[in-house]
T-cell receptor
């Protein structure tokens, strides 16, 4: 089992819809959880982090964390074509080690 | 402007020839790390540093060395590069590492595409 798992996709949604991206992790000692967005040929950029169970909202983005079930998700409301990118889930252990999932490719179609 | 600067951006080298990829950040970040990104394998952490003179192995440290003699710089050293180290490398920094919730700033460099022939 991979330490951090994501469905590679592509996930295709129409413009204006809600995109739901999921990530599961295996290390129960994990402390912090991150979502990065990476456009093709570019560097990853941090868009959300969460460390407490529940929801965290920032604009059109909502991160959801459930430590008991060991999953973290990212919801993108009112998806735009500019949201088309690869979304990387990353999990940080209590020693500072950061493990990334393989990423989910999101395609938002006009 | 807050940034992480990597050099060089592109490098083609031969097997066995020592090389260093530099990484510098101007944000006084404590945490710095190196990753490689390969198709189908995603981003994998090579080394990380939580502060000056403190470095730890990530998932794929074999064949790499790092040093953190000052807060702003975190060079990646390949003593004897091999073709399996051909990859896209990213340096990243953040305000702090583990302290859950304080890691609110995180920046990646523009990447270094390394080819070892």
């Amino acid at each position: 089992q991979k330490e951090v798992e994501q469905n590679s996709g592509p996930l295709s949604v129409p413009e204006g819809a809600i995109a739901s991206l999921n990530c599961t992790y295996s290390d129960r000692g994990s402390q912090s959880f991150f979502w990065y967005r990476q456009y093709s040929g570019k560097s990853p950029e941090l868009i959300m982090f969460i460390y407490s169970n529940g929801d965290k909202e920032d604009g059109r983005f909502t991160a959801q964390l459930n430590k008991a079930s060991q999953y973290v998700s990212l919801l993108i409301r009112d998806s735009q074509p500019s949201d088309s990118a690869t979304y990387l889930c990353a999990v940080e252990s209590n020693t500072g080690k950061l493990i990334f999932g393989q990423g989910t490719t999101l395609q938002v179609k006009p | 402007e807050a940034q992480v600067t990597q050099n060089p951006r592109y490098l083609i080298t031969v097997t066995g020839k020592k090389l260093t990829v530099t990484c510098s950040q101007n944000m006084n970040h404590e945490y710095m790390s190196w990753y490689r990104q390969d198709p189908g394998l995603g981003l994998r952490q090579i080394y990380y540093s939580m502060n000056v003179e403190v470095t730890d192995k990530g998932d794929v440290p074999e064949g790499y060395k790092v040093s953190r003699k000052e807060k702003r710089n975190f060079p990646l050293i390949l003593e004897s590069p091999s073709p399996n180290q051909t990859s896209l490398y990213f340096c990243a920094s953040s305000l702090s590492g583990v302290l859950g919730g304080l890691n609110t700033e995180a920046f990646f460099g523009q990447g270094t595409r390394l080819t070892v022939v």
